[in-house]
């Protein structure tokens, strides 16, 4: 399989999902966040459908069944072995209404004005340019049809929340889910794209996790940071990093409660629509 031209933030982010490509359908969560993203995006028979990032193709299988033999779904990665773990999946069920493409979500070259949906799971706030993106995909949207994004709440996922406020004290903004964190910021991300509200659905998830498990979250300074290159960790020395670790560890440790951790991992579910005009 061709690897794509992609920068260093990108390469980066390709490599990751690669090494994670032959495990990631062990993943039940990320099935059932594609499932829910793409249940409630109003996909009908015939109807052609893109999605990106589309990992493994839990969004694209799952739309290929709605939409029947008479539509078409298209999923895309730039990850080699996302496709490749995809393509055979769809070789082995014998499906003709569905295929995977390596490509950059953020450089897609298809005809305007031709998919009725446009779905992106688990991967929108790794995009370089968040409302530069929308615009683009917005270009392949028919007028009418709708793009269903799944984005994670800024308090979701205790060890980032921790990490980025220890980074803060030594004076580093680690984005994370900010961009994407609340309804309102999702909302105007729509309308910076010029998208029409259709809903933003919140679902609320959580469970306790064990301190071992939370102090995992720590990614260090080598794990690409979504929207930011290089890692804002990068920019710490060796004994600042070491230092930082050991205030995340001990910033968890003091969250401990007899059931565990407490990990938010509220979910938003973002729905916009090219207008007809």
Not at 55 to 67: D, K
Request: proline share 3%.
């Amino acid at each position: 399989m061709n690897r794509l031209k992609l920068n260093n933030y990108k390469q980066e982010i390709a490599d990751l999902y690669t090494r994670r490509s032959d495990k990631y359908d062990r993943s039940t969560w990320h099935q059932k966040i594609a499932h829910s993203l793409v249940e409630q995006g109003q996909v009908n028979v015939g109807q052609k459908v893109l999605d990106i990032a589309t990992g493994t193709g839990h969004c694209a299988f799952f739309a290929a069944n709605l939409v029947g033999e008479i539509g078409e779904v298209i999923g895309i990665d730039i990850a080699p072995g996302m496709i490749e773990q995809a393509q055979n999946k769809a070789e082995e069920m014998n499906l003709n209404n569905i295929k995977f493409l390596l490509a950059d979500a953020e450089n897609l070259i298809f005809e305007s004005n031709y998919f009725d949906r446009i779905f992106c799971a688990s991967a929108f706030i790794w995009m370089s340019d968040l409302v530069g993106s929308l615009l683009h995909w917005r270009n392949f949207l028919k007028p009418g049809g709708i793009i269903g994004i799944q984005a994670f709440a800024e308090t979701a996922f205790v060890g980032g929340v921790i990490a980025q406020q220890v980074s803060k004290k030594y004076g580093i903004d680690y984005l994370m889910s900010k961009p994407t964190g609340t309804v309102e910021k999702c909302q105007n991300l729509l309308k910076k794209a010029n998208l029409e509200l259709v809903e933003i659905k919140v679902e609320q998830n959580g469970n306790y996790i064990s301190l071992e498990e939370a102090t995992r979250m720590w990614a260090g300074s080598t794990h690409p940071a979504p929207g930011q290159y290089p890692s804002p960790l990068s920019k710490l020395s060796i004994e600042q990093l070491e230092q930082a670790k050991l205030e995340f560890e001990q910033e968890l440790e003091a969250l401990q409660t007899d059931k565990g951790i407490w990990n938010d991992i509220t979910t938003f579910y973002i729905y916009g629509r090219k207008p007809m005009i």
